[in-house]
């Protein structure tokens, strides 16, 4: 199995550029994890889907921040407009039935 | 609410010694607990897992015992390696999906040559 798989592994921007994350989940497993880690603030769940449906997106910071899961193999999280205050790295997670959680190799973002 | 503490870092330790990162948790329930390894550069990993009480997690040399009656899940090493510097996370879920993963903040660790 690729695990799950995370693109673009680096992305830098300017501020009130639309940023997309994408993420490929390991098949077969029903939870997505969208998670952002910055020094200051350590790792934050912001969302989670189950089943393609989103379960909790109450770490959303805000509304410039938005996430889907069109079908079980691919989720997206988009960031428009982009702030310097979004620069992190951004993780996706899937797991079974939220058991042992598999993280992808980050996307680390960089808004200028 | 469900909650998990860890202690806090980083800790810095010389090749050969022994390691101990606490990790305490606030649940209903019976949870599965986890510790989580993130090596510089790149994602969580699973280090070592347990499902229920005095269950035993081991793996690489590192364990850990799920505590019931004491509410921990502390991971001890031996003898830590060079290699093993990185960010160490406890972590506890709800069984069959019963309620989200909750991550503690971290313990980083160094070890010196």
């Known amino acids: 199995d690729a695990g799950v798989i995370q693109s673009p592994r680096h992305e830098v921007t300017e501020m009130g550029q639309e940023v997309t994350l994408r993420c490929k989940p390991i098949?077969?497993?029903?939870?997505l994890f969208w998670y952002r880690q910055t020094m200051m603030r350590g790792l934050e769940l912001l969302i989670y889907f189950n089943n393609n449906v989103p379960i909790d997106d109450s770490g959303m910071p805000e509304d410039r921040f938005s996430a889907k899961m069109p079908n079980a193999s691919f989720s997206t999280l988009k960031i428009q407009p982009s702030e310097p205050r979004d620069s992190a790295v951004y993780f996706c997670?899937?797991?079974?039935?939220?058991?042992?959680?598999?993280f992808g190799p980050g996307t680390r973002l960089l808004v200028l | 609410g469900n909650s998990v503490t860890q202690m806090e870092g980083p800790v810095t330790l010389s090749e050969e010694a022994f390691l101990t990162i606490n990790c305490t948790y606030t649940?209903?329930?019976?949870?599965?607990l986890f510790w989580y390894v993130q090596y510089p550069g790149e994602g969580l990993q699973l280090l070592l897992k347990?499902?229920?009480?005095?269950d035993k997690g081991s793996n690489k040399g590192f364990e850990a015992t799920y505590r019931k009656e004491t509410t921990s899940f502390h991971l001890e090493k031996g003898s830590v390696q060079v290699s093993d510097s990185a960010v160490y996370f406890c972590?506890?879920?709800?069984?069959?999906?019963?309620?989200?993963?909750?991550f503690g903040a971290g313990t980083r660790l160094f070890v010196k040559a």
């Open positions: 649940a209903t329930g019976y949870p599965s």
């Open positions: 347990a499902t229920k009480a005095d």
């Open positions: 972590a506890l879920s709800g069984t069959g999906g019963g309620f989200k993963t909750i």
């Open positions: 997670a899937s797991s079974w039935r939220q058991e042992t959680q598999y």
């Open positions: 098949s077969g497993h029903d939870y």
